[in-house]
């Protein structure tokens, strides 16, 4: 199989094996110790978590990555695995068992590769007699050399070592001003052992700008004019290559003086002087922001039933269960730290204070939300035992993780509070929470001026929400339009050649990918971005964030007597992205049930009062049941962060041995600290379902049929 596949799509300098994968690199390179002709170019070797082969010592240069917390393959064996080469370069990291994707591990995977190129670069120059003495070498190719040494005398360059075959052929434009071009163009080939009678690998290797521009279409042309197989195909590549470059040679001399393309002045670089993307950071249409805000909230409305497009974009990964992050975001002492120690139950709980400001650093801890519980639907609830725990409402408790940032205040995309550094802590969160002070006693600022009304001072929890999202927009907004002229230039650029049509969309899509998100977010509509306005940035990023960062309010200290009012306008604009919240209510029935005084589930609303209860407890007890239990139904931590992960549309599957005993796949140790998605904790016994995992798919397409699409495309 693999001299085959080295045959057919060789030959290779280097290979990768991850895991199983692994044992074939290692044959691999054990085939090359034995001087096997398919495995003779191989000079690079790199292993990810891979078992020990038992092959002979190799002299190949390897790299190898693992893991103590794999429980595929121990760490143990990797070394066993790196001892068969004699120069292995030798990487551990946290991830698993799986591929490292962290930026220094992919520094120190570029350097390796930049080493094993210096080993052999440059390469050196050899002749066609050379070519004609490799016995490895067919005769079909050595005669295809001996005619483009022939056709191509001064063109022609053969690098050594001469097994498998690799030559450049020249390119040249007539012309006298094109000697730039002439000079730094060359079409390079490989030979695969089999060839002709399977296909030549080609590129084109140019520092010319002109033809960088135009690569695609050259490339094509050059593909288009390959031989059937078993034919030689190089001269009639050489000649198509050559062919188009006289037909084009005006574009190219155009692209080679260069005038916005390569960073010179643009015809229309004067009337870009006071557009929109030039403008101070704080200068912003109002006008135009809520314009875009109100269209975008027709797109995708915050009540809306989320589709699978909103599991594509986030900090999670695909391919592995969902560490799924909820950000708690407000204005200062509207009760977020409250809110963080009732949902993540934690004994060391956050500082707590009615003052602006008391969280400054993020508080980060696991907690737990209610997922649903197939057994329902299969009618095995008696039978099945969550590995987690049960939730009110046959309903079952899952981890997460909750993310607490300091207070928000208006202004802070500028700096105020603390501002941008508030607004970063957020880029690794799936969804939010916004916490609202439903009584509307506190200020903008997150000062509480107590009960009494007509202070003037106080805000409406309704305005509030607006504003903390028009600050979130903003952050990006701004960051956005700061390179906005990046784009223009991609576009400029994209006018002058077919093949980049979708250069400026790519490099707009990818100024997103700091949030968190793919490219994939984006649809692919965008026929001419140089005539977008602020309008259009302001609606794909009102767009964006809400695809991106989902937000459900907690409208919290709903026990206060202000609260019924405010919660029920404000319920009735957002209806199911609004939840009453008593985040104290629920803390306090956590600490009053860790002393004995009472038991209570979660995300419920029964309370059972131990006998030995004291009398103030009891009466407590009471009071909560009227203004939070019996009114609202619970008190609402745990629903806000139900419904923030819900809006993400996960996917929850129940790993099981057999589909009609449903037992649960044992349960193997999370790797992330028991809070990673479903495997956490042990299984005890043959119960139904016990394991859960929370999973997102990998979209299908980079396309979407969502509405935002639609109207993109139609706007363009």
């Not at 080939?189 to 140019?206: G, R, S």
């Not at 044992?666 to 929370?694: E, F, I, N, Q, R």
Request: overall charge negative.
């Amino acid at each position: 199989v693999l001299e085959e596949a080295v045959a057919h799509l060789g030959p290779f300098d280097g290979v990768l094996g991850f895991s199983e994968g692994g044992l074939a690199a290692q044959l691999a390179c054990d085939l090359a110790e034995e001087d096997a002709p398919s495995f003779a170019s191989l000079r690079f070797c790199i292993l990810v978590a891979s078992p020990p082969l038992g092959m002979r010592p190799s002299r190949i240069r390897s790299l190898h990555f693992a893991s103590s917390k794999d429980t595929v393959v121990s760490i143990e064996d990797s070394k066993r695995c790196a001892s068969q080469f004699s120069d292995a370069d030798w990487v551990e990291h946290e991830g698993g068992h799986g591929v490292p994707h962290r930026s220094e591990d992919v520094r120190l995977l570029a350097t390796f590769l930049e080493k094993c190129r210096d080993d052999w670069l440059p390469l050196q120059q050899a002749s066609a007699e050379d070519i004609e003495q490799e016995t490895r070498i067919n005769q079909e190719q050595k005669d295809e050399v001996e005619t483009l040494s022939a056709m191509f005398a001064e063109e022609l360059t053969i690098f050594q070592p001469t097994y498998p075959v690799r030559l450049a052929i020249k390119l040249d434009v007539p012309g006298s001003d094109a000697a730039s071009v002439a000079e730094a163009a060359a079409l390079r080939f490989v030979f695969p052992p089999l060839y002709p009678q399977a296909p030549c690998v080609c590129d084109l290797d140019t520092e010319s700008l002109a033809l960088q521009v135009h690569r695609r279409e050259l490339m094509e042309a050059v593909e288009a004019a390959r031989e059937p197989l078993g034919f030689p195909s190089v001269t009639a590549m050489v000649q198509e290559a050559q062919q188009w470059i006289e037909e084009h040679q005006g574009q190219l001399k155009a692209g080679e003086a260069g005038d916005s393309a390569q960073g010179g002045p643009s015809e229309d670089e004067d009337a870009d002087e006071g557009a929109w993307w030039l403008v101070e950071e704080a200068e912003v249409d109002e006008k135009l922001l809520l314009a875009a805000e109100k269209k975008a909230s027709e797109l995708l409305p915050d009540k809306a039933e989320k589709s699978a497009w909103a599991r594509q974009c986030g900090a999670g990964s695909y391919g592995k269960p969902w560490t799924f992050t909820v950000g708690l975001v407000g204005k200062p002492s509207a009760g977020k730290s409250t809110l963080f120690n009732a949902g993540t139950r934690s004994e060391k709980e956050a500082a707590m204070a009615p003052h602006p400001f008391t969280t400054i650093d993020p508080n980060v801890e696991p907690g737990w939300f209610a997922a649903p519980c197939p057994s329902v639907a299969l009618k095995c609830q008696d039978e099945c035992e969550p590995e987690h725990g049960r939730a009110d409402h046959g309903r079952r408790r899952f981890p997460l993780l909750v993310k607490d940032v300091a207070g928000l205040v208006p202004g802070a995309y500028l700096g105020r509070g603390r501002g941008n550094a508030f607004l970063n802590d957020l880029v690794d969160a799936d969804s939010l929470v916004h916490v609202v002070d439903a009584s509307g006693r506190s200020d903008a600022e997150g000062v509480d001026h107590g009960a009494s009304k007509g202070s003037g001072k106080a805000s409406d929890p309704l305005e509030e929400i607006g504003w903390v999202r028009r600050e979130i927009h903003m952050w990006i907004f701004s960051n956005v339009r700061a390179k906005w002229d990046t784009v223009r230039r991609k576009a400029k650029l994209a006018r002058q050649s077919v093949s980049l049509q979708t250069l400026a969309a790519e490099r707009l899509f990818a100024l997103f990918t700091g949030y968190h998100a793919s490219q994939q977010l984006a649809a692919q509509v965008y026929e001419d971005i140089l005539n977008w306005g602020e309008f259009d940035l302001h609606l794909l990023v009102a767009c964006f964030l809400r695809v991106r960062f989902p937000i459900v309010v907690a409208l919290n200290k709903a026990d206060t007597s202000e609260a019924t009012e405010h919660i029920a306008r404000v319920q009735a604009v957002l209806e199911n992205a609004a939840v009453p919240v008593s985040a104290r209510s629920e803390l306090w029935l956590l600490q009053q049930q860790r002393k004995g005084h009472l038991s209570y589930l979660e995300g419920g609303n029964s309370v059972t009062l131990a006998e030995t209860a004291p009398v103030e407890v009891k009466e407590q007890v009471e009071m909560l049941k009227q203004r939070v239990l019996e009114p609202y139904g619970n008190t609402g931590v745990m629903e806000v962060l139900s419904r923030a992960v819900l809006q993400r549309s996960p996917v929850f599957c129940c790993p099981v041995l057999d589909f009609s005993s449903l037992e649960s796949l044992p349960s193997v140790a999370s790797t992330s600290g028991g809070y990673a998605g479903g495997y956490a904790g042990a299984t005890k016994g043959k119960s139904k379902l016990a394991t859960m995992l929370m999973l997102r798919f990998m979209p299908r397409s980079r396309t979407s049929n969502c509405s935002v699409a639609t109207w993109f495309g139609q706007r363009c």
